[in-house]
């Protein structure tokens, strides 16, 4: 059944703009409210003289497209503007090929459709930003990176100015497409209206307040030309301002929006964070480093004719140092006693390598009384008896001297397990020098024993690390003391420094990848009594019976 003729008298009540055109692309009919929104349209015009040139080939492509069997069809709306409007054409082709548009105003929709679009690219943005910028702790990078983004999405070319280092201010500027370029500037942040306030965390002042034309030679990038608008905000940090961000568009380009200044404002959020990350990041890595230096045990020696070599594992990987320790302090004067004390603190980490700090400064502080090993023992113990800690200490003590070809040893334990003495046959001796802990009883009694280390003996001081490494094939089982003296009775006649070295490498293999406790070890050893010169006679040689 075809379709009669629309009765286009009805159409004059529609609310929306109704045309009717034929294949031929003239009017037919046009509602009042088509004749309103295109002033030019009256039946009998030709459509391409009257509309817009979207709607002239929407209804050349649906002519064109329209059905052979003369029955009426929809679809294939189209959209496109008209003025500042945006309004979207809805066809419906009739039996006698004539097409009926009905056109709806969807600029609200448009708008809305493009804010949100708008949305989802600063969001991805804000996020890729947040993911780039976090990803170094170093920053240098960080402002690289800010000023970069900032130059390639916000604006023709950004400024990112951090806080003054004594007379300077570390800039970075970046132009659109351009690389970063880093700068020491000594200038005034007040010539820049709204700098000055930024760099010390004030919030921003809009850019409309901000005359382009009064933007000092210093803050636009070579070959920039005429600054057209401006954004000055600041880089909020941890608790302290990071810095500011400057943005600069030339003239001809359009102004900064309220959006787009309240959009740079969240940019600039991320970006102070990571710079303010990054700095505080570099003042502590800074900070552990000077620390460091005086925590960490020192490098060990031949010392008036005695062997000392040492060896530190912390606990975790990613750790430097922990609760164990060991210091080694020559003798004042030649031929007197050299004094070494290995120690072991409750703990591990950097709470208890503190601890280890102070126990190594009291007994650098105790030398002059190294003499007398209990009388060290019960000062230290009152100084941590006195202290806010509530960790205690277990540790031995060895004074070492050069007599002839053998080297004479007091141990003094304080809690701590039996120093190894290796004999120059492999037999491997405990030493029976006893203590109490200390920093926990009023008292710390200990027992000084004196031993002998014939040419090629040496004593071994470790901590508990070694025995209680949890490892082997089941990886559930201690190293052990009877394994350890094994390994020892092999090392016979061997340099201090390779005694450490075979150790650590068996206690490696042991535990592999698996958690075990800090692990620090002294050998004292009686050098070979003959010295080889090596090469260029600069090296360490060897030593023979």
């Known amino acids: 059944m075809s379709v009669v003729a629309p009765a286009?008298?009805?159409?004059?009540?529609?609310?929306?703009?109704?045309?009717v055109v034929d294949a031929a692309g003239v009017v037919c009919h046009a509602n009042p409210k088509a004749t309103a929104l295109f002033p030019a349209l009256h039946?009998?015009?030709?459509?391409?003289?009257?509309?817009?040139?979207?709607?002239?080939?929407?209804?050349?492509?649906?002519?064109?497209?329209?059905?052979?069997?003369?029955?009426p069809s929809e679809g294939g709306s189209v959209s496109g503007p008209v003025g500042e409007r945006s309004f979207e054409a809805h066809p419906t082709v009739q039996d006698d090929g004539k097409v009926m548009w009905w056109l709806v105003d969807d600029t609200d929709h448009q708008l809305a459709r493009q804010a949100l679009r708008e949305e989802r690219e600063r969001t991805a943005f804000l996020t890729e930003a947040s993911n780039t910028l976090l990803s170094s702790l170093n920053l240098e990078r960080c402002m690289d990176v800010t000023a970069q983004l900032a130059a390639e999405h916000l604006a023709d070319a950004a400024v990112v100015i951090a806080p003054r280092t004594a007379r300077l201010l570390p800039v970075v500027i970046c132009l659109r497409g351009g690389r970063p370029q880093r700068f020491q500037?000594?200038?005034?942040?007040?010539?820049?209206?709204?700098?000055?306030?930024?760099?010390?965390?004030?919030?921003?002042?809009?850019?409309?307040?901000?005359?382009?034309?009064?933007?000092?030679?210093?803050?636009?990038?070579?070959?920039?030309g005429p600054v057209g608008s401006i954004v000055v905000t600041p880089l909020p940090g941890h608790g302290v301002p990071a810095g500011a961000l400057v943005l600069l568009r030339r003239t001809g380009e359009a102004a900064f929006t309220e959006g787009e200044e309240v959009f740079a404002r969240l940019f600039a959020a991320r970006?102070?964070?990571?710079?303010?990350?990054?700095?505080?990041?570099?003042?502590?890595?800074?900070?552990?480093?000077?620390?460091?230096?005086?925590?960490?045990?020192?490098?060990?020696?031949?010392?008036?004719?005695?062997?000392?070599?040492?060896?530190?594992?912390?606990?975790?990987?990613?750790?430097?140092?922990?609760?164990?320790?060991?210091?080694?302090?020559?003798?004042?004067?030649?031929?007197e006693e050299s004094f070494a004390v290995l120690g072991d603190v409750c703990g591990k980490g950097?709470?208890?390598?503190?601890?280890?700090?102070?126990?190594?400064n009291t007994l650098q502080a105790l030398l002059p009384m190294a003499g007398d090993h209990q009388r060290m023992i019960d000062l230290l113990n009152g100084a941590l008896l006195n202290s806010h800690h509530t960790r205690f200490a277990t540790l031995v003590m060895a004074s070492a001297v050069r007599e002839a070809g053998s080297v004479r040893l007091r141990l003094t334990s304080a809690g701590h397990q039996p120093a190894l003495i290796v004999r120059q046959d492999g037999t491997v001796e405990e030493s029976r020098a006893r203590g109490t802990l200390v920093g926990t009883f009023p008292n710390a009694p200990a027992t000084t024993l004196h031993e002998t280390l014939a040419p090629g003996e040496f004593c071994m001081l470790y901590t508990d690390g070694f025995t209680e490494a949890k490892g082997g094939p089941l990886g559930d089982e201690f190293f052990g003391e009877a394994r350890l003296k094994a390994a020892l009775s092999q090392c016979a006649g061997m340099p201090a420094e390779a005694v450490v070295e075979h150790v650590q490498m068996l206690a490696s293999q042991w535990v592999g990848r698996r958690p075990h406790d800090d692990m620090a070890v002294i050998v004292i050893a009686a050098p070979r009594s003959h010295h080889l010169s090596a090469v260029n006679g600069h090296t360490r040689g060897r030593f023979t019976a």
């Open 185 to 224: 500037w000594d200038v005034d942040p007040a010539e820049v209206p709204g700098l000055a306030e930024a760099l010390q965390g004030f919030p921003p002042v809009p850019s409309r307040w901000i005359d382009p034309a009064t933007a000092p030679e210093w803050l636009v990038p070579e070959g920039f």
């Open 43 to 71: 039946r009998g015009a030709a459509l391409n003289e009257s509309v817009p040139a979207w709607l002239v080939d929407a209804h050349a492509r649906r002519t064109a497209a329209a059905p052979s069997n003369g029955a």
């Open 8 to 19: 286009y008298e009805a159409l004059a009540w529609v609310s929306y703009p109704v045309l």
């Open 271 to 335: 970006s102070g964070a990571a710079m303010s990350a990054a700095r505080l990041y570099a003042e502590q890595s800074s900070l552990t480093q000077t620390l460091m230096r005086d925590l960490l045990p020192p490098s060990l020696r031949q010392i008036s004719g005695v062997d000392f070599a040492g060896g530190y594992r912390a606990s975790a990987d990613h750790e430097r140092i922990g609760g164990d320790f060991y210091d080694v302090h020559p003798a004042s004067v030649e031929g």
């Open 350 to 360: 950097m709470e208890a390598a503190v601890l280890t700090g102070k126990i190594r």
